[in-house]
Structures are given as structure tokens and as C-alpha cells.
Nanobody
Framework: QVQLVESGGGLVQAGGSLRLSCAGS????????MGWFRQAPGKERVLVSY????????YYADSVKGRFTISRDNAKNTVYLQMNSLKPEDTAVYYC?????????????WGQGTQVTVSS
């Protein structure tokens, strides 16, 4: 069974940091694009960041640029999202996604999500 399992969410004060992890199993994700989405209460799910498997290039939403860093460890089949200088508006459920081509709204695999809450 192919799975993506997120971890690392939690409650943090504004200005703090968290590192999310997304561990893949059941498949080698080294040749998959990997990404992070988030969904705040009452809002649609939006793309936060992704990393290409081809050349390691990255994308960040403007709202997180300069504060979040995506990385991957293919040996561990894991992708990370380092989140610094967190703001209350970063509060959301964060989802990991994987796709054989590129990250879009529709991806091959999704994780179950991890809650991130930033208090002011």
C-alpha cells in the first residue's frame, strides 16, 4: 500500500519554527515531484511549495517565500518543510502530495494532513 504520512505539526507561537516531514512508503518517491499544500478553515486548499525530482528546483507561494524551505531526502523517501518566522495566518492543515510529473491541484498521492496552529 502506497502511503504518505505527515508529521511535525503542532502549536507554536508567532515567530517560532516547525519542521514538517512527509514519509513515503510502498513506492520509491525519488522520481516524483513532491509538494506541500495547506488548507485553513473555510478556505480552499492551496499550494505552499514543491520540489522537482528532475533538477531539485523549488517553488514557493509568495506568502511563505523567504520563511519556508522545502527539501527532500531520497534515501529516506522523505520530504521536509522547514517553517520559520511563523505567523497566525500560517495556521492550517498541511498536506503532502506526490506526483510523477509535476505538482498541481490533482496529484497521484496525498497524505492525511497535519495540523499547524500559530498563536499570536
Amino acid at each position: 500500500q502506497v502511503q504518505l504520512v505527515e508529521s511535525g505539526g503542532g502549536l507554536v507561537q508567532a515567530g517560532g519554527s516547525l519542521r514538517l516531514s512527509c514519509a513515503g512508503s510502498g513506492r520509491n518517491f525519488s522520481n516524483y515531484a513532491m509538494g506541500w499544500f495547506r488548507q485553513a478553515p473555510g478556505k480552499e486548499r492551496v499550494l505552499v511549495s514543491y520540489i522537482s525530482w528532475i533538477d531539485g528546483s523549488t517553488y514557493y507561494a509568495d506568502s511563505v517565500k523567504g520563511r519556508f524551505t522545502i527539501s527532500r531526502d531520497n534515501a529516506k523517501n522523505t520530504v521536509y518543510l522547514q517553517m520559520n518566522s511563523l505567523k497566525p495566518e500560517d495556521t492550517a492543515v498541511y498536506y503532502c502530495a506526490a506526483d510523477r510529473t509535476t505538482i498541481t491541484r490533482v496529484n497521484d498521492y496525498w497524505g492525511q494532513g497535519t495540523q499547524v496552529t500559530v498563536s499570536s
